[in-house]
């Protein structure tokens, strides 16, 4: 979460599908369940996904001109999307949108095959064939959304990614189709490049935590939670957005959203209710002077 250059390439790289008990859930990569099924945490995943094409080489070096390269992101958003066309379907009109780009392979081979899967389909159905495999090493539960993969997943993704390219003010357009790829890319040239370097907090800063963490609450949780805040905070508010539904793809576990985050104390941090896999936070002004410690 903090290096955004390792947690893109983590979105079109190579996972390690493996568990080594019904609690490790590697398997999954930097996704959980409910971003696949309920899509949760996607808005940041593809925001991200489109820094990284605008602002960046393959070897992470800065490209020049990021604005020239809107619809060269726009196309890697497309092909990582992909959903191969449903051949049972009625055939869509020449001006319709579609969910199959494959035509694309030839320029993001590592993104979307000749048949039009994209990096997240391929990798939804790894899971689930994953799952399906190794019944021993994975939790009831996740056979069961497993399931609900295989019977359903396709078509709602599919669906999105044609809501996806539905331009903000079409008049068909419905409020809560929140997901847009004009809407990636307006936040992409707003953030800038991934960055690569972990915030450092001062020692003080550690050690005042470290007293204030409930007991039973994973200390590097909440060191984490409190360098994401100082590396995503802006000047004109002590409010940042936390992506809940991707801190617990990046920490591997549901509990960090369910169980840890309400544990903390508002001695630590004040925050308010989640909602769509997103809440806001701030942390307590005395902690935030023990950071400034360390700058003077």
């Given at each position: 979460m903090l290096n955004e250059w390792k947690e893109f390439q983590d979105y079109i790289g190579v996972v390690n599908y493996t568990a080594r008990n019904k609690q490790d859930t590697t398997y999954l990569g930097r996704f959980t369940f409910e971003t696949i099924l309920d899509f949760e945490g996607l808005n940041r995943v593809l925001t991200i996904l489109a820094r990284g094409f605008l602002f960046h080489n393959e070897n992470g070096s800065s490209a020049e001109a990021p604005r020239e390269r809107i619809d060269y992101a726009k196309r890697g958003l497309c092909a990582w999307c992909s959903v191969p066309s449903n051949k049972n379907a009625t055939p869509r009109e020449a001006w319709q949108f579609g969910s199959d780009f494959g035509d694309l392979h030839s320029e993001f081979p590592s993104l979307v095959d000749e048949n039009g899967s994209g990096w997240f389909h391929r990798h939804v159905h790894r899971v689930a064939a994953f799952v399906r495999e190794n019944p021993e090493r994975v939790s009831s539960s996740a056979q069961k959304k497993c399931v609900a993969i295989e019977k359903g997943f396709d078509q709602a993704w599919r669906d999105k990614v044609i809501q996806m390219q539905i331009p903000l003010f079409a008049p068909t357009t419905k409020g809560q189709w929140g997901l847009r790829f004009d809407s990636f890319l307006a936040q992409a040239?707003?953030?800038?490049?991934?960055?690569?370097?972990?915030?450092?907090?001062?020692?003080?800063?550690?050690?005042?935590?470290?007293?204030?963490?409930?007991?039973?609450?994973?200390?590097?949780?909440?060191?984490?939670?409190?360098?994401?805040?100082?590396?995503?905070?802006?000047?004109?508010?002590?409010?940042?957005?936390?992506?809940?539904?991707?801190?617990?793809?990046?920490?591997?576990?549901?509990?960090?959203?369910?169980?840890?985050?309400?544990?903390?104390?508002?001695?630590?941090?004040?925050?308010?209710?989640?909602?769509?896999?997103?809440?806001?936070?701030?942390?307590?002004?005395?902690?935030?002077?023990?950071?400034?410690?360390?700058?003077?």
């Open positions: 040239l707003e953030l800038g490049p991934l960055g690569s370097e972990d915030p450092e907090l001062s020692p003080a800063l550690v050690e005042r935590l470290r007293s204030l963490t409930p007991k039973g609450v994973p200390v590097e949780m909440v060191e984490t939670l409190v360098a994401y805040y100082f590396a995503n905070k802006t000047e004109d508010s002590d409010w940042v957005v936390l992506p809940v539904a991707n801190f617990d793809a990046y920490f591997g576990t549901t509990s960090f959203g369910r169980k840890y985050l309400r544990q903390i104390p508002e001695t630590i941090l004040e925050r308010s209710e989640t909602g769509f896999g997103l809440c806001r936070y701030r942390l307590e002004a005395e902690l935030d002077d023990k950071q400034e410690e360390k700058l003077l």
